[in-house]
C-alpha cells in the first residue's frame, strides 16, 4: 500500500474493483462525473448514499484529522531543535586576557541514523490509520443511510397495500349491504366495518412509523428541513449472479477497519524500532561563545579577545530497567494490535457468512412469495368472495382471506427490503464491492 503522502486524494474508489460499481463517493472527491452518474441510478439507496456523504459534517471532521496528521509526517522527520543559551554575568569574571561579561552557549542534538526514519514512519503509518478511519467512517454513514432509506421504502409499499385493502373492504361494504337488503344478517356489516377501522388504525400507525423513519434519514442527510420525502418507487433485487463468497475473499483486503489496525500495527513496528536507540547514548554538539572585555594591562597577550570552544556532549544511558521496559511496551503492543486484527477478521468473515445466509434467505422468500404464496392466496381470496356472495362462506371467511392476502403482500416487500439491505450490508462489510 502506497504512504499517505504519496498518494493523491482519494476516497472510497480505492476499494473498489475495477469494473464493479462504484458503491459510494462523495462528490468533493470524485475522479469523475461518471461516477456519481452511476451511483445515482444504482437503486433508491445512491442518490441518497451520495448527498449524504457531500454534506455530512462528521466526515469533514474525519477528513480535516486525516490532514491534522499527515503534517506530523513533516515534522517527524526533522532534527531536534537546537538550544540556545546566553550567560549575562552579573559580577564580571576577572581572567588574564580580561573580564568575561557573557557567554553564549550552542547546542545541537544529533540522533541516531534510522531515527529519524523510524519517527516518520510511525507518523505516516498514524496518518494511514486516520485515512482508513475516514474511509470506515463513509461506510459507517453508508450503512445508517441505507438501512434508513430500504425502511422508508417498506413502509412506502405497506402503507400502499393497507390502503389498497381498506379500498377492497369498502367494496365489499356494498355486497354486504345488498345482502342484508335481501334479508342477510346486520353483524356482517358490523364486523366488516370494525374490520375498516382496524387496517384505519394500521394504516396511521405505519404512517408514524414512516414519519420517524424519514425525519432520521433527513438527519443522516444533513437536512434541517421538515419537508416529507416523497414515496419511494422500487422493486425486489434481482438475484445474485456472481459467487457471493466473493465478499469473503474481499473482506480480509478491502476492509477498511481492518486497514485501520494494520496501519496501527506498521506504528507499532516503528516505534519498537525508536525504542531501540532509547538504550544508546544521545549525542550532541555545541559551541561555547564568551565575550570578554580589555585586561587590565594593555600589553597583555590576547587582551579582550573572545574566546570560543566546540563541544561535543554524549548521554549516559545506565538505566537499563526503564529502557529495556520501553523496548518491552512496544513489542507488546505490537503483539497486541496483531491479535486484535486476527479477531476483527474472524468477526468480519462471521458477520459476512451470516448477511450472505440472510440474502439467500430474502432471494428465496421473494421467489416462494412471487411463485406460490401470492397466487395462491389472490385466488383464495377472490374464491372466498364468490363463495361469500353465494351464500357459502361467513364474512369471518372473507375477512381472514383478505387478512392473509395483506400479511403475504407486506411480507413480500419486506423480504425485498431485507434482500437489498442484506446487500448493501455486504458490499459495506467488504470494503465496496457490488456484485451483480
Known amino acids: 500500500m502506497k504512504n499517505c503522502t504519496e498518494r493523491p486524494r482519494k476516497t472510497l474508489i480505492n476499494y473498489f474493483y475495477t469494473g464493479f460499481v462504484i458503491l459510494a463517493i462523495g462528490a468533493p472527491y470524485l475522479h469523475s462525473q461518471n461516477h456519481a452518474q452511476d451511483l445515482a441510478t444504482k437503486d433508491i439507496v445512491g442518490p441518497f448514499v451520495a448527498e449524504a456523504l457531500q454534506s455530512s459534517p462528521a466526515l469533514k471532521a474525519a477528513d480535516k484529522r486525516y490532514l491534522a496528521a499527515k503534517q506530523t509526517i513533516v515534522s517527524a522527520g526533522i532534527l531536534p531543535n537546537p538550544k540556545i543559551q546566553i550567560t549575562h554575568f552579573v559580577e564580571s569574571i576577572q581572567t588574564r586576557t580580561g573580564p568575561q561579561r557573557q557567554a553564549l552557549t550552542l547546542q545541537q542534538p544529533v540522533p541516531w541514523l534510522g531515527e529519524r526514519d523510524s519517527k516518520r514512519d510511525a507518523a505516516r503509518s498514524k496518518s494511514d490509520a486516520l485515512w482508513h478511519a475516514y474511509v470506515a467512517q463513509q461506510f459507517t454513514l453508508i450503512e ?121 500495527e506498521n506504528s507499532q513496528a516503528a516505534r519498537q524500532r525508536i525504542a531501540r536507540f532509547a538504550s544508546k547514548p544521545e549525542f550532541s554538539v555545541g559551541l561555547n561563545y564568551i565575550r570578554t572585555g580589555e585586561a587590565l594591562g594593555t600589553d597583555t597577550l590576547g587582551s579582550g579577545k573572545d574566546p570560543w570552544a566546540l563541544m561535543v556532549g554524549v548521554s549516559l544511558p545506565i538505566w537499563g530497567k526503564a529502557n529495556n521496559a520501553i523496548a518491552m511496551e512496544a513489542s507488546l503492543q505490537t503483539e497486541a494490535v496483531r491479535a486484535q486484527i486476527k479477531d476483527l477478521e474472524l468477526k468480519l468473515l462471521a458477520e459476512g457468512s451470516g448477511w450472505i445466509a440472510k440474502l439467500e434467505d430474502a432471494q428465496n422468500r421473494i421467489q416462494r412469495y412471487q411463485t406460490k404464496l401470492l397466487p395462491l392466496a389472490r385466488q383464495s381470496q377472490e374464491i372466498m368472495e364468490s363463495a361469500y356472495q353465494a351464500g357459502n362462506a361467513s364474512i369471518l371467511d372473507l375477512i381472514d382471506s383478505e387478512r392473509q392476502l395483506l400479511n403475504l403482500e407486506t411480507e413480500y416487500w419486506r423480504s425485498a427490503a431485507d434482500g437489498w439491505r442484506a446487500r448493501w450490508k455486504l458490499a459495506i462489510i467488504s470494503g465496496g464491492l457490488w456484485l451483480n
Not at 239 to 252: E, K, M, V
Request: hydrophobic share 45%; glycine share 4%; aromatic share 4%.
Open 144 to 264: 445508517k443511510v441505507s438501512r434508513q432509506v430500504l425502511e422508508v421504502a417498506f413502509l412506502d409499499k405497506a402503507i400502499g397495500i393497507t390502503n389498497e385493502n381498506i379500498g377492497l373492504i369498502r367494496r365489499l361494504e356494498t355486497i354486504v349491504e345488498d345482502k342484508i337488503k335481501a334479508g342477510g344478517n346486520l353483524s356482517d356489516l358490523l364486523k366488516l366495518q370494525v374490520e375498516v377501522q382496524r387496517f384505519e388504525d394500521l394504516a396511521a400507525k405505519q404512517e408514524t412509523m414512516r414519519t420517524v423513519a424519514a425525519a432520521t434519514l433527513q438527519s443522516l442527510l444533513g437536512r434541517r428541513s421538515a419537508t416529507l420525502l416523497p414515496t419511494f418507487n422500487w422493486d425486489v433485487p434481482d438475484r445474485i449472479q456472481g459467487n457471493s463468497q466473493q465478499w469473503l475473499q474481499a473482506i480480509p483486503e478491502r476492509s477498511p477497519e481492518l486497514a485501520i489496525l494494520r496501519s496501527l
